[in-house]
């Protein structure tokens, strides 16, 4: 669970292994390098980071076909990240190129969960959810769990902006499960969030607390650039309709200090919610 430690680790192994030629090796290293460093760095810095090195990874000739389809799956997925969706395309189309002709089932769950988040991105919800529901029992035979609850988490964030909150509720809960199981806090922490989401919307204010209590402590675990934009809005809509105008704020206020200027748009809501006139008119 010391990611520090794990990042040193990986930065040596890629190293080492792109001085000596060991291609496959290099590649796997900055995969597993580019997950994880989103979420301790910020998010742009981190993704342009860890496409440079995939970049030089893959301009490379040889290697192992089904890695060279990760590389630019998660290219895809990087892109996605900085909403750069043509560049996301242009390495998913490649990805899907290299899975047509390889027999590795790991590979077509993350190209289709890659092209999947690409759809989202593009507002193109039908599309995203028929990758991510494709790619998901595929995903439920691997050994590692976490493409799994990529795809649940997301078909439960696809739900819920189309305003089908019980199947959202559901799915959501089975991501949240399956990341507590293997301990994926990332993962749990996004799926509380969306979870604190799906409560407030549903009048279900206590809920929207605990949940949003869940996603906190997971996030102070395993940071993602996700979780903090979903959840304190939550935070600060149940508190409003409990009638809680100072714990409100405080959620807008927590959020800031995360990422300075965050609630900006949010204030004015509060605020007039609260009768607040001369809070709506500063804003």
Not at 100 to 112: A, I, Q, S
Not at 166 to 187: H, I, K, V
Request: charged share 25%.
């Amino acid at each position: 669970r010391d990611t520090v430690g794990a990042l040193a680790h990986l930065d040596l192994a890629a190293e080492r292994a792109r001085a000596c030629g060991a291609v496959d090796v290099w590649g796997r290293s900055i995969v597993h390098l580019a997950r994880e460093r989103v979420g301790t760095i910020d998010l742009q810095s981190a993704a342009a980071r860890s496409l440079a090195s995939l970049d030089e990874f893959l301009e490379q000739a040889g290697g192992d076909a089904a890695l060279r389809g990760e590389a630019h799956a998660l290219e895809g997925e990087l892109y996605f990240d900085l909403g750069d969706l043509g560049s996301a395309n242009r390495h998913n189309t490649a990805a899907e190129e290299i899975a047509r002709e390889t027999n590795d089932d790991e590979l077509r769950v993350k190209v289709g969960f890659a092209r999947g988040l690409q759809h989202l991105g593009s507002v193109e919800l039908g599309e995203a959810e028929a990758q991510f529901r494709a790619a998901s029992p595929i995903a439920e035979k691997l050994a590692d769990a976490s493409p799994h609850i990529w795809c649940t988490s997301r078909l439960g964030v696809v739900a819920y902006v189309t305003g089908a909150l019980d199947r959202a509720d559901a799915l959501l809960g089975d991501a949240l499960d399956a990341s507590r199981r293997c301990e994926n806090q990332r993962e749990l922490s996004m799926a509380a969030a969306y979870l604190s989401g799906v409560a407030a919307a549903k009048g279900r204010f206590a809920t929207a607390e605990l949940n949003a209590d869940k996603a906190l402590r997971a996030y102070r675990e395993a940071e993602t650039p996700f979780t903090p934009g979903v959840v304190f809005p939550a935070l600060a809509v149940a508190r409003i309709h409990r009638g809680d105008a100072a714990g409100a704020y405080e959620a807008l206020d927590v959020w800031d200090t995360i990422r300075p200027g965050s609630s900006r748009r949010y204030r004015p809501l509060v605020a007039a919610r609260f009768g607040d006139v001369d809070a709506v008119e500063r804003a």
